[in-house]
């Protein structure tokens, strides 16, 4: 049983590791062709970034199978051996604080290279080393706090149930329903938020909130430029109560129609309900994957040399359960990226169809998007479709844009019917 899951597990890396690879000849045999949507400079320096992560992303794999090796032929008995071997809460609580700790020190290295190498190369990263521990200090505290209590909490419920996957189950959906709600909270954090100042924008999007539905529980700026030159916006909350957060980003490069473009773009997947499908689709993934891995035979953990107590099954089920989120991405991706095309056509007209396209081409531009991609990533990896068939949806033809002529200083496109 042991060699079949580390079999799995290999198949599941050298089928990511396959993806990333074609990726990557893929886009350095594009970038060498007639840019889209970019000029040359633009469209090579956005080829480049996507190459790079790329290629830390394989190196990432490649530690994550050796630690999912290392995990389960000898690291969950010395962790246990560590830790103490006995089955009651406290023990597993920190036996998973073991099993994170580990696990982060050794891919920290390479979320710092991504941040303050590749990410500040490209001009994204604006986050001081000082700023950047203070987040990491902060992060820790609030997974120490809330990740013990559930460890706590789910460890008690499979000592205390034998058909514990179930309630397990339950635990962290309602969990992950309410970190949705508490987003905002956390995010207040790391970020300052201040709300939008009255005028022409925020009415605007009040009576856009309203016409779907929607009440605003405030709409706020976020300094998002402190940390990351990155353009983004979103709503937060489950009910019809909706805080609007805009990154300041966003507000400096994008102009009031287009950001209205935007907004009700993300409206349109309210108004159709996206968000309650795409947790259904959630609870379908994570119920799957605690009725496979919760039932696991005793055997397999003979065969890791320790008991199946608490700590160890959540450990486990923790190692397994992206090999049952990958299987399941195609069709999660298939599903978004229908619901994309419904959000854009409901966006272009709250909006305006020519806003929704010139904010999409920003997007693109200021985020360094390579426009093109593999179509194995498109199919597992994509939950947006590829920006040139959003377009072309749009009413947007790329191939009849003459960059020298229709390229403005700013790298924007005007409108193409």
Do not use: C
């Not at 089955?87 to 050794?106: A, D, P």
């Not at 300052?192 to 929607?214: D, N, Y």
């Amino acid at each position: 049983m042991l060699m079949t899951i580390i079999w799995i597990y290999t198949l599941y890396i050298m089928i990511k590791l396959y993806i990333a690879t074609m990726q990557i000849g893929f886009i350095s045999q594009e970038k060498r062709k007639e840019p889209v949507l970019m000029d040359v400079g633009r469209y090579k320096t956005a080829a480049n970034y996507a190459i790079a992560k790329e290629r830390l992303g394989i190196a990432e794999m490649i530690v994550d199978l050796i630690l999912f090796a290392f995990w389960v032929t000898k690291g969950f008995a010395w962790l246990q051996e560590l830790v103490g071997i006995d089955n009651s809460i406290l023990s597993s609580v920190l036996f998973l604080f073991g099993f994170f700790v580990i696990n982060y020190m050794i891919m920290l290295p390479f979320e710092i290279y991504q941040k303050f190498k590749i990410d500040e190369d490209f001009g994204f990263n604006k986050m001081s080393p000082k700023v950047y521990i203070a987040d990491t200090v902060k992060s820790i505290l609030i997974f120490l706090i809330i990740g013990g209590a559930v460890f706590a909490l789910l460890s008690w419920i499979i000592t205390r149930y034998e058909n514990w996957w179930i309630y397990g189950f339950v635990l962290m959906f309602v969990i992950a329903l309410a970190a949705n709600l508490l987003m905002p909270f956390f995010m207040g954090l790391f970020n300052k938020f201040t709300p939008l100042k009255e005028g022409e924008l925020r009415s605007t999007i009040e009576k856009m909130m309203q016409s779907v539905g929607l009440r605003s529980d405030g709409i706020f700026v976020m300094d998002a430029s402190k940390k990351d030159s990155r353009l983004n916006a979103f709503f937060g909350g489950l009910g019809k109560s909706k805080r609007v957060v805009l990154f300041d980003t966003l507000i400096d490069k994008l102009s009031d129609k287009e950001l209205i473009a935007v907004l009700g773009h993300e409206l349109g997947h309210f108004k159709h309900g996206d968000i309650w499908k795409n947790i259904a689709l959630m609870a379908v993934l994570l119920f799957a994957g605690f009725a496979i891995f919760g039932n696991l035979p005793d055997e397999l953990f003979v065969a890791m040399g320790t008991p199946p107590n608490a700590g160890v099954q959540i450990a486990t089920l923790l190692l397994l359960l992206p090999v049952l989120s990958f299987v399941f991405t195609p069709i999660m991706s298939f599903v978004s990226q229908h619901n994309e095309y419904a959000a854009d056509e409901f966006g272009s007209k709250m909006g305006g169809k020519e806003n929704l396209v010139s904010a999409l081409l920003k997007l693109v531009t200021e985020n360094k998007a390579f426009p093109k991609s593999h179509p194995l990533v498109i199919f597992f990896y994509y939950t947006h479709p590829p920006i040139l068939e959003r377009l072309k949806e749009l009413g947007f033809d790329a191939s009849k844009v003459d960059l020298d002529k229709d390229l403005p200083e700013n790298g924007i496109f005007s409108f193409v019917e």
